[in-house]
Structures are given as structure tokens and as C-alpha cells.
């Protein structure tokens, strides 16, 4: 048995350590050698409502079911912990990404704020490549300073 505070630390430090995975996950492999699967997020077919790029959701999606699903069959709460804290990340790469980012599904318009605002600057600057090499801000919630900063002098000379 372990505390709900210890159980809710490892969710938190799981999605915190999830950022990480994601940009080392982003800049190494879907950038590295599986591009083929990535490519398709940097130049979308119009055609086609899915991409390749979706792919990559397994890799949150399957380890934290296999998780929780093993925590329930033999009580390991600890991997059910990281489980849920993985899902939680997912479940914000997906709105953030797909939802706030790239208005893959336009039910809900995102609030424009400081973070929103910093949050498109820096994917816009990753996608301004369409190609492999090159391109910069791998992570997704943790957005660089100087996006905030740059949008804040724009605003002020605006
Ligand atoms: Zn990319
Ligand atoms: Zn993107």
C-alpha cells in the first residue's frame, strides 16, 4: 500500500518526466528515424482526416494501459500511479496539440492567453519546416521564455 499523497506525487513527477519524453521522443526518433511517420504532421495530405504522425499516441497510450491494467490484476500501485500519470499527459498532448494547436476539431474555440499565445509562436517556429533537419521547440507544454517575451515587445509596439 502507499498514500494517496505518494500516489499523487508519482502521477505528477510521471507527467512532469513525460515532457521530457516527448521532446527527447520528437526530436530523436520522430525526427530521427522514424521521420516517415512524422513527415505527414509537417506537410499534411488535405484529403485525409488522419495522419501517420497519430501513430505516435500508441506510444503514450499502450504503456499506460498495460499499467493500470496491471496494477489492477496484481496490485502494484505504484505502476498504476505512472499509468494515470502518463494518461494525463496524453490526454494533454491531445488537446494542446491537436485541439489548441492545430484545430484538427473546431468544437471548441481556445481562449487566446499568455500561455496559448506562447504555446503557438513556439509550434509555428517547429513547423515553419517542412522537412526533417532544422527545426526547433521539440517540447509541448513547456514553452521557451522568449515566445512570451517576443509576443509581450510585440505587443507593445503594436
Ligand atoms: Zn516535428
Ligand atoms: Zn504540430
Redesign the pocket.
Known sequence: MISSTTYALIVIATFAVMEFNAWFL?KYV??GFLWNL?YD??NPDPTRSYQYNDFFALVFAVPSFLFILFDSIYDLPVLGAIGFGIMAYGAAYFFVHEIIIHRRWKFMTPKSNWYTRGLNSAHKI?HSKGHKEG?EN?GMLIVPLKYFNKRASLSKTN
Open positions: 520528437h520522430m525526427h512524422h504532421h509537417h517547429h527545426c521539440f
